[in-house]
């Protein structure tokens, strides 16, 4: 039986939220593989065994137990940001030879990055938010954002996870702050401007008989924007299917495959739209979505008719082949 390593936790914020969606996967993991969670620390990479924590050797790609070393076979890296949504672990996999089911290191790279891939994307006629990018705080003076964008605008890091750092900006004298929190979580920040409309996010993955689209979500928060509180806290209500005209749908459910096969993905991913006037605007790509018990994408798999073991059957089926 084939052993997959899978690599949680990371060096983001999302540290435990990772953590959950591994736990989640595991609990549901198809049957015809061994799984194992490596956790991934800046300070170590270890197997935990209910009080004890083998270490993990990323040149061996192998850990020992009282029983013997052993290495793994298959690699699933379910990191909510560095160093496994942003392609890092794939890119050492790719260099150790060990097969994994994500998206390869450059589709993880360039999806990760909010705005890169957002004007990647925008090249090829995928509606997107205007924005600027920032190097640094003071690259731009509160009245070139203001004459660009406009308020409201969304503050947001660009080169890392989804939830942390990010900011609706509704006064001028807010950006600066908001500036400096979105720098706390990155080195790169973009600001958008603010799209109007409803929010819909779509899960998408290949299987062995092409690509599935899931049932969209319709996102409703309680707060400004769908934030850490709003994703995790509750503070939000998740409609599944989402409450949208069936011509809509399809084309959320069009787009997504186009942005799905541009960015060359693999395995699963969660893509972001907010539709302004019908036409629906990519937000971003999430290439590692949340897959705790109470997140969207197992939401979508519910009402799809899908269990969670038999879609990882499909993943690894279609993408180890």
Not at 162 to 185: C, P, R, T, Y
Not at 196 to 207: D, L
Request: net charge negative; with cysteine.
């Amino acid at each position: 039986m084939k052993l997959v390593g899978l690599f949680c936790g990371g060096y983001s914020s999302e540290f435990e939220i990772s953590l959950k969606s591994a736990q989640t996967i595991m609990d549901n993991f198809p049957k015809e593989y061994e799984v194992v969670p490596i956790h991934v620390l800046e300070s170590g990479w270890f197997v935990p065994n209910g009080d004890e924590k083998f270490p993990f050797s990323i040149e061996s790609m192998s850990f020992t137990t009282h029983s013997g070393e052993r290495k793994i076979d298959i690699g699933l890296i379910y990191i909510h940001g560095n160093p496994g949504e942003n392609g890092k672990i794939q890119a050492l996999l790719d260099m150790k030879g060990i097969p994994y089911v994500n998206s390869n290191a450059l589709a993880s790279e360039l999806s990760f990055d909010k705005w890169y891939c957002n004007q990647f994307l925008s090249r090829f006629g995928i509606p997107v938010a205007k924005s600027l990018f920032l190097k640094s705080r003071n690259q731009y003076t509160t009245g070139q954002i203001l004459d660009e964008l406009g308020l409201p605008c969304f503050v947001k890091p660009s080169d890392s996870g989804s939830s942390f750092g990010i900011s609706k900006v509704s006064k001028a004298e807010d950006l600066q702050n908001a500036l400096d929190k979105a720098f706390e979580e990155g080195d790169t920040v973009v600001i958008e401007s603010f799209l109007k409309g409803t929010e819909v996010t779509c899960g998408i993955y290949r299987s062995p008989n092409g690509l599935v689209a899931l049932p969209l979500t319709e996102i409703v928060t309680e707060n400004d924007f769908f934030d850490y509180e709003a994703k995790y806290l509750g503070q939000s209500q998740e409609i599944t299917p989402a409450r949208i005209p069936d011509a809509i749908r399809d084309k959320v459910w069009e787009n997504s495959k186009d942005i799905y096969n541009l960015l060359q993905l693999k395995s699963i991913a969660r893509i972001d739209f907010m539709v302004v006037n019908d036409v629906p605007h990519v937000i971003e790509v999430n290439t590692t979505p949340g897959f705790s018990a109470a997140s969207l994408v197992p939401q979508m798999l519910a009402e799809a008719g899908i269990s969670i073991a038999d879609f990882w059957s499909q993943i690894f089926k279609t993408e180890l082949h």
